[in-house]
């Protein structure tokens, strides 16, 4: 019988996989990015010792807190038992990898519940930063600080409202990852300004209201979209693909997972325009 976990259940879980993920970050921030190894995968993206030992830690703690709910990691595709019913953990146990081997800061660690095929809880923490943002749909969504594994209060966070007209919008884009198609589509939004950030850390930025729509037109894989997903939609916004439609997770194993493209809007009426 699959398990499926729904908002009230997953606010019981949230503060224990906070501490979860922290302790995964801590991990990571423990290697020694000048000596450590990185290999490279069948898709040519690079993988560490951080991605392993972070990936070791979530798979533990997970066991423990929910043993009988699945999970599907980027560390461990080939465990998933897909397509999901009911409910499973979506994990990218380091996102930014390009990053965090260019020695940046702005690389996250992933975690998001999904129901019924929908991330319903989301945490995206960027341990080099002492920052993260979680939440859970329908129940609001946070950023949280922390330092080391001290994790600090709780500050209620939501999404802004679509700019006026002649004010400026805020694009969040990729460092490492830019496209054309996107960068047409935010050259067809007036006045947009271009916010660049690594990682999911971009789903944050729309989440907390200091930019309002992140379009990504290049493909990527689930575990890189559902945390931030879950915590954009949390707090106010809206994650789409690139026409406007739903997404959905842990249905198309045969693809390997992707997502071919997609929009994370601060203001769902955006959407409409």
Not at 46 to 52: K, Q
Not at 89 to 95: A, H, K, T
Not at 239 to 262: H, M, N, W, Y
């Amino acid at each position: 019988m699959k398990r499926i976990i729904d908002s009230a259940a997953a606010s019981g879980l949230m503060e224990p996989l906070t501490a979860l993920v922290v302790k995964a970050g801590e991990a990571i921030l423990a290697v020694n990015r000048a000596a450590m190894r990185v290999d490279g995968k069948q898709d040519g993206s690079p993988v560490t010792e951080a991605d392993l030992a972070a990936d070791r830690i979530i798979a533990e703690g997970l066991a423990q807190l929910a043993g009988d709910v699945p999970t599907l990691s980027e560390e461990r595709t080939e465990l998933a038992s897909a397509p999901f019913e009911g409910s499973f953990f979506l994990i990218d146990p380091l996102d930014g990898t390009k990053e965090f081997v260019a020695g940046r800061d702005e690389f996250t660690v992933n975690l998001a519940l999904v129901t019924s095929g929908m991330p319903l809880l989301g945490i995206v923490s960027a341990p080099a930063l002492g920052v993260l943002w979680r939440g859970i749909v329908g129940r609001g969504a946070e950023r949280v600080r922390f330092d080391g594994a001290t994790i600090g209060p709780a500050e209620p966070i939501r999404t802004r409202k679509l700019p006026a007209r002649g004010e400026p919008w805020i694009a969040a884009v990729s460092r490492s990852h830019g496209d054309s198609k996107s960068e047409a589509f935010i050259d067809n939004r007036p006045n947009a300004v271009r916010k660049t950030c690594g990682s999911a850390v971009k789903f944050g930025r729309i989440a907390e209201g200091s930019a309002d729509i992140y379009p990504r037109f290049g493909p990527t894989c689930e575990w890189d979209v559902g945390a931030g997903s879950a915590v954009v939609t949390a707090a106010g916004g809206r994650v789409t693909d690139g026409k406007g439609g739903e997404l959905r997770f842990g249905q198309r194993p045969a693809s390997g997972f992707i997502i071919p493209e997609f929009i994370a809007w601060g203001d769902p009426q955006a959407a409409e325009l």
